[in-house]
């Protein structure tokens, strides 16, 4: 948004000295929400958070068949973790998690995205819907999980369950990669930091009381040799790791 302008309703971003691509993003208000694209147009794709998102909804009705169910959730007679979600991106994993009846803290750490997090967030919360209900479930910090996790002791309640997406190493075959992942990176920057995936990884084991889920694409390697995982659950491209604490 222009400042100097009280009626507009858009920002450009200048490319981050590491990026490769070296485009501009547009943020515009838009009635979907606040959206981000290459400045050059959406033609090269646009990212909206929708938290009522067919994916999420695809994700959801899988139920307890899901692999993010089968890494996180209890047996039904048992109560619901509180999990916390330390890579949100756009909320998908997190949506899916409160979805399904768990309370989710999702911490996002990349302003830009965070902004379109609490978009998405603040407009679920006003449906009056399942989407509505789950978001009331959901809280968004904008903040790297490293530090929450460093303090834990400030925390009101220590999470029992924690979920690690990492970004995927660059592509090969970039073609393959889906717009709007494509955009993601050129918002959070490229590729996996494996170092920082250890500590995050090392962190949340030694901090949620009960489990910890890491999402890895299929043929990615583990994020620590030890301890393995106590599961792992297999989709078409991706897989769930499971580890107890
Ligand atoms: C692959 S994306 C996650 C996608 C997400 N699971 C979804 O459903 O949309 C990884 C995200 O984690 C964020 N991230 C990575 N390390 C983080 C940290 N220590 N704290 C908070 N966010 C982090 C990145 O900025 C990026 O947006």
Redesign the pocket.
């Known amino acids: 948004m222009n400042l100097s302008d009280p009626s507009s309703t858009s920002f450009e971003l200048s490319p981050p000295q590491w990026s490769r691509d070296a485009v501009s993003l547009r943020f515009e208000m838009r009635e979907a929400g606040l959206t981000v694209m290459p400045a050059a147009g959406d033609a090269f794709g646009a990212i909206t958070v929708d938290l009522g998102s067919a994916s999420v909804e695809r994700r959801v009705a899988q139920g307890r068949g899901g692999l993010l169910a089968k890494a996180l959730l209890p047996t039904p007679d048992k109560p619901m973790p509180l999990v916390w ?10 949506m899916t998690l409160a979805r399904l009846g768990c309370e989710v803290v999702a ?4 302003p830009f ?1 965070g902004m379109l997090l609490l978009d998405g967030h603040r407009r679920a919360l006003q449906r009056d819907d399942a989407t509505g209900e789950a978001a009331r479930r959901m809280t968004v910090r904008v ?4 530090w929450a996790l460093a303090r834990i002791s400030e925390e009101e309640r220590r999470p029992d369950a924690i979920l690690i ?4 190493p660059e592509g090969k075959n970039k073609a393959a990669v889906k717009k709007d992942a494509v955009l ?1 990176r050129m918002l ?1 920057g490229e590729g996996a930091r494996p170092q ?1 995936d250890e500590a ?1 990884l090392r962190a949340a084991l030694a901090m949620a009381t009960w489990r910890v889920a890491v ?1 890895r694409s299929l043929k990615a390697p583990k994020i620590l040799e030890t301890p393995p995982p106590q599961a792992s659950f297999k989709g078409k491209s991706v897989r769930v790791d499971r580890y107890a604490c």
Request: glycine share 8%; aromatic share 8%.
């Open positions: 979600d330390v890579t949100a991106g756009l909320g998908r994993d997190a911490f996002e750490r990349h995205l903040e790297d999980a490293h997406d990492p970004m995927f993601l959070v920082e995050l999402k």
